[in-house]
C-alpha cells in the first residue's frame, strides 16, 4: 500500500471524523507502538477541538497475543463524559479492542468509538463496532508506517506484506 493511497484514505477518515464531531471534543486514545504514526497523519487533517492521549496495553504474558490485556498504562485523563474515540494500527482478532473497551468502558465516557488504520475480517474473532476503519485487508502479517516486524519495519512510509 503506497503512501499517496495510505495518506489519500486517511484525509477520507479525517472527513467523516470531522462531520461527525463537529461542535464536539473528543478526546482520542491512541494505542502504542504501532499507531503513531497514524495517528499524527489522521491528527493533523483533523479541524474540531480533539484532544490525543497515548497508551500502552500491558499483557499479562509478555509477547502474547492472546489478549490478556491486565492494564492501560499512561491512561491518566478523566473519561467521564468524555467523547472518546479510540485509535489503533490494526485489528487482528480483535480480542485486544475488546479488552481495551472493557477496561474503558468502566470509566464511564460519554461516548466510545473506534478508528484503526487496518483490520483483517476474516481473523475478526469478537463483535466489534468499528465505526472508522481505512482498509480492509487479507489475513497476511503487514509491516510499516508503524506496524513491526520483531520492533523493525515501523519507518517505512508504505505497508508491506512479510513474505509467506
Ligand atoms: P488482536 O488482539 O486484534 O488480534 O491483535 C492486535 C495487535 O496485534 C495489533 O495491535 C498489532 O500490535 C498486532 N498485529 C496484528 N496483526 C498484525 C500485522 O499484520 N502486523 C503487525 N505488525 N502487527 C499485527
Ligand atoms: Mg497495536
Partial sequence: MSEDTIQQRIRELADHINADYRERNPLFIAILNGSFMFAADLFKNLDAAVEISF?????????????????????????????????????????????????????????????????????????????????????????????????LGRNFKEILQLKD
Avoid at 485523563?77 to 485489528?91: A, M, Q, S, Y
Avoid at 477496561?103 to 474473532?125: F, R
Fill in 55 to 151: 497508551i500502552k496495553v500491558a499483557s499479562y504474558e509478555q509477547f502474547s497475543s492472546t489478549g490478556n490485556v491486565s492494564n492501560l498504562i499512561g491512561l491518566t485523563e478523566p473519561l467521564h463524559n468524555r467523547d472518546v474515540v479510540i485509535l489503533e494500527d490494526i485489528i487482528d482478532t480483535g480480542i485486544t479492542m475488546e479488552k481495551i473497551l472493557e477496561i474503558i468502558k468502566d470509566l464511564d465516557p460519554a461516548s466510545i468509538e473506534i478508528v484503526t488504520l487496518l483490520q483483517k475480517p476474516e481473523a475478526l474473532k469478537v463483535e466489534l463496532n468499528i465505526k472508522y476503519c481505512g482498509f480492509e485487508i487479507p489475513n497476511k502479517f503487514v509491516v510499516g508506517y508503524g506496524l513491526d516486524y520483531d520492533g
